[in-house]
């Protein structure tokens, strides 16, 4: 679940759905993601059989059920995640302005570097005198 919040840089939650759960994604543009790792929902087991289920959904208005947008299966979640947005792309539904989860293709080196230096002026030293009063050295 961490590692889905990572790559898509936005909360995860478990969600019931009808008595299953699933990890939940909410996306921009009314998509989310829902991600389980067995048929029937989550399981708890640390190394359950089978493999992880991602798929991205448009939610509807006025009460038509969700459009399923794209699916993917693997092994590991990260990996069905990437399927899945790869899917997506290929099957012409993803939207533009989508951020490039995990591209590290897209990042640019700063073309220049801004640096700031300050100097540090010391406070001045002061010395006491037998009467009490402070006389600057």
């Not at 899917?87 to 591209?103: H, N």
């Not at 002026?121 to 402070?134: M, N, Q, V, W």
Request: proline share 5%.
């Amino acid at each position: 679940m961490i590692a889905l919040a990572a790559a898509t840089q936005r909360p995860a939650n478990v969600v019931n759905l009808a008595g299953d759960y699933a990890i939940r994604v909410d996306l921009e543009y009314s998509r989310y993601v829902l991600a389980t790792n067995t048929a029937e929902g989550l399981s708890d087991e640390t190394y359950p059989a089978g493999s992880w289920l991602v798929r991205i959904f448009q939610s509807q208005i006025g009460g038509l059920p969700d459009e399923l947008l794209a699916d993917a299966t693997d092994e590991w979640l990260i990996d069905a995640f990437d399927s899945v947005l790869r899917r997506l792309e290929a099957d012409g539904k993803k939207i533009f302005a989508d951020a490039d989860f995990g591209d590290v293709s897209l990042l640019k080196p700063p073309t220049h570097v801004i640096s700031v230096h300050s100097q540090i002026t010391p406070a001045p030293r002061l010395r006491c005198t037998t009467e009490g009063s402070a006389l600057q050295e």
